[in-house]
């Protein structure tokens, strides 16, 4: 066989970690020699990161999780490009509207990927999403593959694919421009935190560890690098608590890895995570990490190895681990280098293509290796 024919769905309206795996794969297959073609909502962060790479995009509206439109929309396009298989890669509007399109359609095979460690719920909604509207299901983690085991998914359908990064993106020089942008002093400590400000991403809980911090290291700075609902409860958080000073919020950011190379250490105090895009991508910065032991993030970070792994909604202990690290450069550096091996050994982008690539092949039933250019 000697290319696919790909159909990707991805609803999600920002390029978080999610969608930017589906840039990396969509450029992987098409590389190796596979038609790729992206379906998204109209102005979606990930159309224009896709449409950048070169790839392939459709975009058509998405008003609500509930669009029932976007079936006939999505139904359409399925039956024009007459694809192989379709991929879901986003629970908005994607999992179940997408698989109803796609059964509709009568693809050979419909592909799920699921990147949330939330419980599911056994019922009749679970058994038409991961039973009768998909052949596959892919997970990033074994947190994740587990969360549907609980729920009662067929074991059989589960593949675990950790998700990856492209490490070279991130071996770029400090240049210094984001700490002066923000008008910190080269000297300064700056403690990262990447994510949507929503409760699992556990920002109140690194609000709560900063007096102590504080204490240890006066002039050290938070910058927290993304948007969310939460925003104005936080910042009244971080008034009440009389650090407002030493905390900022600058929202989403197009230049991370420029961006992690000036940070001290990058911590993730989440109390659920699928993997943690962001923990790798600090990793493949050569950036130190402080996460919690929750979801698949014990996966990704290697107790005292790459980072240091603390208890979820334990501020002390993420105030003991952070003024640890900040207290040792030698030991900052050496995790640093120990993350950036571990991403380039384990979370590959070649390797998460392949391994995707693999469940393509078990889903159409297709024997002998797809024929592909080398990446």
């Given amino acids: 066989m000697e290319s696919l024919r790909t159909l990707h769905v991805e609803t999600g309206m920002h390029s978080l970690g999610g969608p930017a795996q589906v840039v990396y794969l969509m450029t992987g297959l098409r590389d190796r020699g596979h038609e790729a073609r992206l379906v998204c909502p109209k102005g979606s962060s990930v159309s224009r ?77 679970s058994k038409l999403k991961y039973g009768t509207l998909c052949d596959r299901i892919i997970t990033i983690s074994d947190a994740v593959t587990n969360a549907l085991l609980e729920g009662g998914v067929d074991p ?42 929503i409760e699992r991403k556990g920002h109140r809980y690194l609000l709560d560890a900063m007096p102590a911090i504080l204490d240890k290291f006066p002039d ?37 890895p420029h961006i992690l190379r000036e940070l001290d250490v990058l911590v993730h ?20 990490v402080v996460a919690t032991a929750a979801g698949g993030m014990p996966e990704a970070v290697q107790d005292s190895v790459s980072g240091i792994l603390v208890p979820p909604r334990d501020a002390g202990a993420l105030s003991d681990a952070v003024i640890r690290l900040l207290a040792a450069p030698e030991l900052r550096r050496a995790m640093g280098a120990a993350g950036r091996r571990i991403v380039e050994e384990q979370f590959s982008v070649d390797g998460m293509v392949e391994g995707i690539l693999a469940v393509y092949r078990t889903a159409l039933k297709i024997e002998e290796p797809l024929v592909h250019a080398a990446p």
């Fill in 220 to 256: 050290t700075v938070l910058v927290a690098l993304g948007q969310g609902p939460l925003l104005s409860h936080l910042r009244n958080h971080a008034n009440s608590l009389k650090i407002e000073q030493n905390v900022m919020f600058v929202g989403f950011r197009n230049d991370m």
């Fill in 49 to 125: 990161h896709a449409m950048a790479a070169g790839l392939d995009v459709v975009t058509v509206p998405l008003r609500t999780d509930l669009d029932v439109s976007f079936v006939l929309r999505l139904y359409r396009t399925i039956r024009r490009m007459n694809p192989d298989l379709v991929h879901l890669h986003s629970r908005r509007g994607a999992d179940i509207m997408g698989g109803v399109a796609a059964r509709l359609a009568r693809v050979p095979a419909v592909i799920l990927s699921r990147r949330i460690d939330n419980p599911v719920r056994r019922g009749p909604l």
């Fill in 269 to 288: 105090p989440a109390t659920m995570e699928g993997l943690g895009v962001a923990v790798l991508q600090a990793m493949a910065a050569e950036l130190p």
């Fill in 156 to 197: 059989a359908k589960i593949t675990r694919v950790r998700s990856a990064v492209d490490a070279k993106a991130y071996k770029v020089e400090p240049n210094g421009r984001f700490r002066k942008a923000l008008g910190v002093r080269p000297e300064t400590h700056v403690i990262g935190i990447v994510g949507q400000l």
